[in-house]
Nanobody, 121 residues
Framework: QVQLVESGGGLVQAGGSLRLSCAAS????????MGWFRQAPGKERKFVAA????????SYADSGKGRFTISRDNANNTVYLQMNSLKPEDTAVYYC??????????????WGQGTQVTVSS
């Protein structure tokens, strides 16, 4: 079992930055691949970024390429999402998630409760 708790969300002006954190419980965090997703009001949850268990591989949705960076600290059981040059369309609830393997068809098994990010124009 993995429990995930996101933090770092808030209100920021367009062009600003935020760093989201996701703290994971358990001794096996370093064996899980992690991801970030977001859900805007009235819309489906969408993929934002993913990282392998070692941190050696990452992937991004087109919407965040060049602006968002996913990283992890396995010693502290934490995954991060650095978001720069934020736009109003980045406004959403951001969720972190964990899965046992990194890959395009591997489902995420564990989810956090989400943290709200609001970008004002």
């Amino acid at each position: 079992q993995v429990q995930l708790v996101e933090s770092g969300g808030g209100l920021v002006q367009a062009g600003g930055s935020l760093r989201l954190s996701c703290a994971a419980s358990g001794r096996t965090f370093s064996t899980y691949a992690m991801g970030w997703f977001r859900q805007a009001p009235g819309k489906e949850r969408k993929f934002v970024a993913a990282i392998s268990s070692s941190g050696g591989s990452t992937s991004y949705a087109d919407s965040g390429k060049g602006r968002f960076t996913i990283s992890r600290d396995n010693a502290n059981n934490t995954v991060y999402l650095q978001m720069n040059s934020l736009k109003p369309e980045d406004t959403a609830v951001y969720y972190c998630a964990a899965r046992r393997r990194y890959g395009p068809l591997v489902p995420y098994e564990y989810w956090g409760q989400g943290t709200q990010v609001t970008v004002s124009s």
